[in-house]
C-alpha cells in the first residue's frame, strides 16, 4: 500500500488504516497538531506497521516506536528500509517497559522535546501505559488518536488527573482535539487529542 510517498508492506496479523486518502488526512493533521520539528524526538507508541513514524520521520529528529505485536515491528522495520529511512527504530515489547527504556537512552539536550503519539486498538491504552507516560516527565506532550472517545474517556482523565499515588509525574493538560473522516457514511470518525504538560 501506498501512504503518502511511502511504500507499506504489512502481514496478515497487522493493523492498516485502508482509506489512504483520509489516512493521508490524518498523518497530516497529526503532524499539524504536533508541531513537529527538527528537534522533535518522536515516541510513536502502538506503532504497528510504523506507518505514522515513517511518514513524521521526515519532519523530526528521531522516531521510536514501541509495539507489542512482534511480526509488526518485522514489518515497521522492512518497511523504513523500504522506504530508506535512516532515523527510525522500532523496539518490539510492552509499552510499560519499552517507553522507559527508550525515553532513558535518548540524549539529552535542553532543546529536545520529546512527544508521545498514541495510536492504541479501540479499548485505549492500559492503564499501566498511561502512568508510563505520566512517570516519565521527558515526555513534554501526548497526541492520542482514537476512533472510539467513549472507549478512552478513562485515558483522558488519566492523562490530566492529579498527581497521586497511582498516577506519578505532572499531570497533561488538554489543548485540542480535531475529528478526521476515515469512515465516510457511518457514525465513525478518529479525532485526535492533543495534551501538554
Known amino acids: 500500500a501506498v501512504v503518502s510517498t511511502q511504500s507499506t508492506g504489512i502481514t ?27 528537534k522533535t524526538v518522536l515516541l510513536d507508541v502502538c506503532c504497528g506497521t510504523g506507518t505514522i513514524g515513517i511518514i513524521l520521520s521526515q519532519h523530526v529528529k528521531r522516531v521510536h516506536g514501541i509495539e507489542i505485536v512482534e511480526s509488526a515491528v518485522e514489518d515497521a522495520k522492512k518497511n523504513a528500509e523500504r522506504n530508506k529511512i535512516e532515523n527510525v527504530s522500532f523496539h518490539a515489547g510492552n ?3 519499552a517507553v522507559p ?13 520529546i512527544v508521545a503519539i498514541v495510536d492504541p486498538p479501540r479499548s ?7 502512568a508510563c507516560l505520566r512517570k516519565n516527565e521527558m515526555i513534554a506532550e501526548v497526541v492520542y488518536v482514537s476512533c472510539d472517545i467513549k472507549q478512552i474517556s478513562d485515558n483522558i482523565v488519566s492523562l490530566c488527573c492529579p498527581t497521586s499515588n497511582r498516577y506519578l509525574g505532572n499531570p497533561f493538560r488538554f489543548v485540542s482535539c480535531v475529528a478526521v473522516d476515515l469512515f465516510p457514511h457511518t457514525k465513525r470518525y478518529e479525532v485526535i487529542f492533543h495534551f501538554k504538560r
Not at 12 to 38: C, K, M
Not at 124 to 130: K, M, P
Open 101 to 113: 527504556r527508550v525515553v532513558n537512552n535518548i540524549p539529552k539536550s535542553s532543546d529536545t522535546r
Open 12 to 38: 496478515s496479523g497487522s493493523f492498516f488504516q485502508v482509506n489512504t486518502a483520509g489516512a493521508e488526512v490524518l498523518y497530516r493533521t497529526i503532524r499539524e497538531t504536533a508541531e513537529l520539528d527538527d
Open 95 to 97: 509499552a510499560k517497559s
Open 124 to 130: 485505549g491504552l492500559h492503564a499501566d501505559v498511561i
